[in-house]
């Protein structure tokens, strides 16, 4: 089953340094179980960071240069959708469950989704593939350690969580067989994407001071009951019906205002 | 026609069975990788190193000494005596024959002494199976060839009898010919050759300073294979080095790892690493079986990898293994075990990833932010926060620049700095620190194989180091000494490194500072490996103690012969498991000295002897008991009583 992983821009969390984001070496070591030959793709000014997933066990990692600050969305997705129509297309994508660069938001597996209309699992912890050819069964990690085992239709973009398995060790010397494919960005035809996602927003955001929060733990299940299930609310509704279940459940205690 | 007649012929056809026999051997070294060797000065500095180097080491054991010098020297003598029995004229004199049984009689008194060794029990670390009947085999030659000269010294008065002493003599020498493949005998070609064409000729070279010889050489990281897998991924000469060994099992004797209980005996290990070329053993291992053995599959050939659950060598055995150099410093061959050992692990490490998951863990944290610990650079001074810490960013210069290592990170660690730097203020020493610009040194990446990590992090020291001005490297890690003293030259830096507890025995000895006795108290010295062993300095602590007024005992295992104490080669972060502890093990040997302290001189050995549990002896760095005396003198008036006071309840 062709795998692609996809590698963000992550930060070592003590130096600052450009790094691989150790959630995306566990999804190389989920991918090596589906895939003798794990693909990576990375979309950003420079590799340097990413570039240690081929030591992780990625044979080949596409590197597709954008300039500084640039959204790197059009680019994944205009990679991803020339691979699928090709002759040898990807059945499973897979990426890390959180932003670890500066400001990265975590959200392409979600925007990318949208853009290839692909159906996204997130938190994965064991990957394996289904009975029927073309499915695939996945173990999402779900709060208080518990498991579900989801089967999906391939193909499927998955996130991958911190309690899958521990990625195997870095080898320079597999960094230094696998294979870098470099490619210019205006080579790859931007895919259309959502319009509030390629403009990044920065500095927009309002500082407030740290205030200690009620523990969360308290009181919050794992699952939600199904009298709070609501289909297609109008967003002010939705938004008054979250902020009554977060009172209601003494996670937020702060008024109306 | 006498049988003594025959006994040149009989050499001549040894010698040809030998040739063969060794031969065999030759082929499989020349399938290793090539090496420089400058072969004149090797031929020319071989009876030196044969019996100067070699017979100090074996005669740490005076039985070894006393059984090899007669047994070795009569073989070579009648061997070389019986070259000239084929010149008829020599061979009719009757003085001759009493020479040639003199020099048979000189060997088997040699194999009696071998055998007294061996017989009715052998020494536990001695080898069994064909090294347990190699004292027949010359036993037998010996006196079969001492009668058979003497009844032709006599003038040949039994004719018959001599051709029935003969025999068997031929029998036995023929059977010791054919071991120079495999067996026993090898040893003497093998280790002749060994001597000339050493890997590291530098350790022969008492003048050069210790850590010339044992640091480890840069890797080509472009070369096509990292590290080795296979037999003949190592250089020829290794391959031959193999082939020295006698499993003698002193270096298992040394070993700590062995003592703990984890699956390594370096003797082991060479047997199976000369086994591997020839494509397994050829007789079953009759040495002690690794503790704890772990199951192999046995396959072996110079192509076949030899690290692997499949192979000949379980990966458990290379990872026990801590770097202390005591099973090389034993070694009567002069074999250099860990030298194959990184080796190996370079390529476990590198190419196959295959490196214990505890162990990735700080090569990880190297990559992230160059610091094993996976602390940022800018916090190794926070633990100096009210002293006076100078950073050489600020001054460009200074006569010391203190190199603080990983130990500024841990708690224990951070007590000995302190006290190492209010020395330093108290004797108005002009020093400095990198402070956030220095990076780890490297040391664990390169032992746990990891040299593409430690070449950056050396670059990256070397050209940090390049910016300031400074006369000397102070610090309190050996390990650090060891790699910038003798592992950052070939990456364009040299240094004069000097270690804490030689600068603060310079300071004493000056009069910079004035420590108070410590008189009363009894001490142990407990030397680091990396210190004694790697760097050959093991006097000037021992001498600042002594300056500081302790009673000094000395453990039976001490100086360049102590024992680990667990912490190095990474083996800590491997943590292959075995019976025991070596700190337990050692912290044992301290406290049969009855001392109330051990003092240390490295932050490993302090971490792992600080770690045994229980009543033990109290541990500390030689800078902090200086620290303790020096303001044991400013609470006191000069002159007064010494400080019997600090002695421990």
Not at chain 1, 190 to 206: I, L, M, Q, R
Not at chain 1, 222 to 238: C, I, M, Q, R, Y
Not at chain 2, 258 to 270: E, M, N, T, V
């Amino acid at each position: 089953m062709k795998t692609i992983v996809l590698l963000s821009e992550a930060n070592d969390p003590i130096s600052g340094r450009p790094h691989l984001s150790r959630l995306e070496a566990q999804a190389i070591g989920l991918a090596a179980n589906l895939d003798k030959t794990p693909q990576g793709l990375h979309v950003g000014p420079s590799e340097e960071g990413a570039s240690a997933a081929l030591g992780h066990g990625l044979s080949g990692l596409d590197v597709v240069e954008t300039s500084v600050g640039e959204d790197p969305l059009p680019a994944i997705a205009g990679f991803l959708k020339n691979a699928l129509n090709g002759n040898e297309p990807p059945a499973l994508f897979l990426c890390g469950r959180r932003g670890e660069g500066g400001l990265e938001t975590g959200i392409v597996p979600y925007l990318l989704a949208e853009a290839l209309d692909l159906p996204i699992l997130a938190d994965a912890v064991a990957i394996r593939p289904g009975e029927v050819q073309g499915t695939l069964v996945v173990d999402q990690a779900m709060a208080k350690g518990a498991r579900r085992r989801v089967t999906v239709r391939l193909p499927v973009i998955a996130t991958v969580h911190a309690l899958a398995p521990p990625p195997q060790p870095f080898a320079y010397g597999r960094m230094r067989r696998g294979e870098l494919r470099r490619h210019r960005a205006d080579m790859i035809p931007a895919a259309a994407t959502s319009a509030e996602s390629t403009t990044p927003v920065v500095g927009s955001h309002e500082e407030r001071p740290h205030r200690a929060r009620p523990k969360l733990m308290r009181t919050s299940g794992t699952s939600a009951g199904s009298h709070n299930l609501h289909v297609g609310p109008e967003p002010d509704e939705a938004a008054r019906l979250i902020l009554a279940y977060l009172e209601e459940n003494g996670i937020r205690r702060y008024g109306n205002d | 026609m006498t049988a003594a007649a025959f006994l040149p012929w009989l050499v001549v056809a040894m010698l040809l069975v030998a040739a063969v026999q060794i031969g065999r051997r030759v082929m499989l070294w020349r399938a290793g990788k090539p090496a420089t060797i400058d072969w004149i000065v090797g031929l020319k500095a071989l009876p030196k190193r044969y019996l100067v180097d070699v017979h100090h080491v074996v005669d740490r054991d005076k039985s070894a000494s006393r059984m090899h010098v007669p047994t070795a020297g009569g073989l070579v003598l009648a061997c070389g005596l019986l070259g000239f029995g084929l010149v008829p004229a020599i061979a009719a004199s009757r003085l001759y024959w009493a020479l040639v049984a003199l020099a048979f009689l000189i060997m088997a008194a040699g194999v009696v002494l071998e055998a007294r060794r061996r017989y009715p029990r052998a020494l536990p670390r001695l080898s069994l199976g064909r090294w347990q009947r190699l004292p027949v085999y010359l036993g037998v030659f010996a006196a079969g060839g001492f009668l058979t000269a003497l009844l032709a010294a006599l003038g040949n008065p039994l004719p018959a009898l001599s051709f029935l002493l003969f025999f068997p003599a031929a029998a036995a020498g023929l059977a010791l010919a054919a071991t120079t493949a495999s067996g026993p005998m090898r040893h003497a070609l093998a280790g002749a050759t060994h001597l000339v064409a050493h890997p590291r000729p530098r350790r022969f070279d008492h003048e050069a300073p210790k850590g010339e010889a044992t640091g480890l050489r840069p890797l080509d990281l472009e070369a096509d294979k990292l590290g080795a897998e296979m037999p003949t991924d190592f250089a020829w000469n290794r391959l031959l080095a193999f082939d020295a060994c006698v499993q003698c099992g002193r270096c298992e004797a040394a070993c700590p790892a062995f003592a703990a209980g984890q699956p390594l005996s370096p003797k082991h290990l060479i047997a199976d690493l000369a086994a591997a070329s020839g494509g397994g053993h050829a007789r079953t291992y009759a040495g002690n079986p690794y503790p704890n053995e772990r199951q192999i599959g046995g396959t072996a050939g110079l192509h076949t990898p030899i690290v692997s659950p499949d192979g000949l060598v379980h990966p458990d055995t290379l990872w026990s293994c801590t770097t202390c150099r005591a099973c090389v410093e034993e070694c009567p061959m002069m074999i250099e075990h860990v030298d194959a050992i990184v080796d190996l692990r370079r390529f476990q490490t590198m190419e196959l990833g295959a490196i214990p998951m505890k162990a990735e863990e700080p090569l990880a944290h190297y990559r992230g932010c160059d610091e094993p610990s996976g602390r940022p650079l800018f916090e190794r001074t926070d633990f100096a926060a009210g002293l006076s810490l100078p950073r050489i960013v600020e001054k460009g210069e200074a006569e010391v620049l203190l190199w603080l290592g990983q130990a500024a990170y841990d708690l224990r660690g951070q007590r000995t700095l302190k006290a190492l730097i209010q020395t330093l203020n108290a004797a108005g020493v002009d020093f400095a620190v990198l402070g956030g610009q220095e990076r780890d040194c490297g040391d664990l990446a390169r032992r746990l194989g990891d040299e593409a990590t430690f070449q950056r992090l050396a670059k990256a020291n070397v050209e940090t180091l390049s910016r300031y001005r400074f006369a000397r490297i102070l610090t309190a890690d050996p390990h650090a000494l060891h790699v910038i003293r003798n592992e950052y030259p070939a990456f364009g830096g040299t240094y004069d490194v000097v270690h804490h507890t030689a600068f603060l025995a310079e300071l004493v000895a000056s009069g910079r500072v004035t420590p108070a006795s410590l008189a009363g108290r009894t001490i142990t010295y407990h030397d680091p490996c990396y210190l004694g062993r790697y760097n050959g300095e093991v006097e000037a602590p021992r001498a600042l103690l002594d300056a500081l007024g302790l009673e000094r005992r000395e453990m039976a295992r001490s100086g360049k012969r102590s024992m680990c104490c667990g912490g190095g080669g990474g083996a800590p972060s491997a943590d292959i498991p075995g019976d025991t502890r070596i700190p337990d093990i050692r912290m044992g040997q301290i406290k049969d000295t009855g001392a109330k302290t051990v003092a240390v001189a490295c932050p490993q050995c302090t971490a792992m002897l600080e770690g045994v549990t229980g009543e033990r002896p109290e541990v500390k760095d030689v800078a902090e008991l200086l620290w303790e005396a020096i303001e044991a003198g400013r609470r006191k008036p000069a002159g007064a009583a010494p400080a019997r006071e600090l002695q421990p309840a």
